[in-house]
């Protein structure tokens, strides 16, 4: 089945260093690929996604590209604040026709110390 | 601005009794889902909706029921709660297919089963 496995948290950082957050996947096809956020006390909010491979997601600063060949999709920026401070979520949906589902990681935890 | 709405936020269970979480969304979807969040195991489907009066088992739907009798609401069942249950619970929509369109998650209802 499919399966999205993360890095294992937490990860601490100072203000200002450079994030990665490894991700890699297992599923046949070609299946879309999201990193979601949960700041404390909330919802998962969508950060990114990247719907085929070589594609590259971006926003607020992260950035994340699809690479078919490692299976792999892992979370960047290149100086983080205290407010990136949250749980990251990486997930994928089959590609057929009749995906319904969000297969999700197990979450990591960072902290952005000031 | 509402978005998509959970109630309660917050619950207490004894062993045996019952209760309904409900989600209610304002954004027309057609697709609703029930998730629950557990230390190490990020989120686990436990049912969804493609629509109103449409029901499907997700990946741990065992102890749960959930109904959709109007589109903008959807509702899950704990019969007998049990220990096992005490989780924190997101219920999230989207437009369509998660593949392409973006999944909105609630706020969360935590729930704890003595």
């Known amino acids: 089945g499919d399966s999205v496995t993360q890095m294992e948290g937490p990860v601490t950082l100072s203000e200002e260093a450079f994030l990665t957050i490894n991700c890699t996947y297992t599923?046949?096809?070609?299946?879309?690929l999201f990193w979601y956020v949960q700041y404390p006390g909330e919802g998962l909010q969508l950060l990114l996604k990247?719907?085929?491979?070589?594609d590259k997601g971006s926003n607020k600063g992260f950035e994340a590209t699809y690479r078919k060949e490692t299976t792999s999709f892992h979370l960047e920026k290149g100086s983080v604040q205290v407010s990136d401070s949250a749980v990251y979520f990486c997930?994928?949906?089959?590609?057929?026709?009749?995906?319904?589902?969000?297969?999700f990681g197990s979450g990591t935890q960072l902290t952005v110390l000031p | 601005n509402a978005g998509v709405t959970q109630t309660p936020k917050f619950r207490v269970l004894k062993t045996g009794q019952s209760m309904t979480l409900l989600c209610a969304q304002d954004?027309?979807?057609?697709?609703m889902y029930w998730y629950r969040q557990d230390p190490g195991l990020g989120l686990r489907l436990i049912h969804y909706?493609?629509?109103?009066?449409?029901?499907a088992k997700g990946e741990v739907p065992d102890g749960y029921n959930v109904s959709r009798l109007k589109k903008q609401n959807f509702l899950l069942g704990l019969e007998s709660a049990a220990p096992s249950q005490t989780s924190v619970y997101f219920c999230?929509?989207?437009?369509?297919?998660?593949?392409?369109?973006?999944?909105?998650f609630g706020e969360g209802s935590w729930l704890t089963v003595v």
């Open positions: 999230a929509s989207s437009y369509s297919s998660p593949r392409g369109n973006t999944i909105y």
């Open positions: 599923a046949t096809g070609y299946p879309s």
């Open positions: 990247a719907t085929k491979a070589d």
């Open positions: 997930a994928l949906t089959r590609p057929s026709g009749s995906a319904r589902q969000l297969t």
């Open positions: 954004m027309n979807h057609e697709y």
């Open positions: 909706s493609v629509g109103e009066g449409t029901t």
